[in-house]
């Protein structure tokens, strides 16, 4: 399957937006607007699909393709370990990653599994985001897609990496691309930090979405959204209606 992002509204969705995004997709007459969202892709929170296996299965049922994502970057904090919604999932580590003694590598493969038993689209490769200007991931993330790759038992369908981007360090971003296998077919760019008022997504990673176009690869460019933005279950339908407003369509 080429993946192929339609318009490039890619939302992320968890228990917080469930409810408006499901209102929001359909059916027509449920919301202001007189048609159904065109949504040819999101992201589930991977998590929320455990607890709520029945969340792919509605997302098909509208025609939206899924990527399940992890959040395997806060699996590096030990805070983490205390939250269980993020320990109640059979892929949860025992220790932080990158810990002495800690697999990535079973980790990544349990990830993947249960990705797999969730009927995704496309597999997202878990992925980190950095600490601080100077926190290279690089070695978490090569070690990570090497295994995806490796995964010979999982069932064929597209690889999509994810990439923690330092907002003061694009270089970074680009080196690390360069060594990414040509058997990953997209790229997700989470870029950090990042200030809504000011800041673009385009801004600090442009340079690496033109180097995954120039390798044949399909990039998505987001962003750690506020807390605000994650518990507002109308969201959806405002960055819809924005985009309606300036002429555009979603």
Known sequence: M???????????????????????????GRRPFDDPLDLPWAIADLSFTHRKPTIVTDLHAHGVKVLADSSAWRYREASTFSIEAMMSVPYAPIDPLGA???SIVEYVKADLRHQEA??????????????????????????AIDTA????DLTPKPFVAYIGVH??????????????CRT?????????????????PRSSSMRAVQHDQEEGKTAVVTRRRTEREATDPQALWRVRGQVLKSGGEL
């Not at 990953?184 to 673009?200: K, M, N, R």
């Open 100 to 102: 002495h003694g800690t």
């Open 2 to 28: 080429k993946l192929d992002f339609g318009h490039g509204f890619v939302p992320r969705i968890d228990k917080r937006n469930w409810t408006g995004v499901d209102s929001a997709l359909g059916p027509p």
């Open 167 to 180: 907002s003061e360090q694009p270089d970074l971003a680009i080196r690390l691309l360069g060594e990414i």
């Open 149 to 152: 790759l490796r995964m010979a």
């Open 184 to 200: 990953v077919e997209g790229i997700y760019l989470q870029v950090t930090p990042f200030a809504p008022q000011t800041d673009s």
């Open 118 to 143: 969730r009927q995704v689209d496309a597999y997202l490769i878990p992925g980190f985001v950095p600490r601080h200007k100077m926190d290279d991931t690089t070695d978490l993330t090569m070690t």
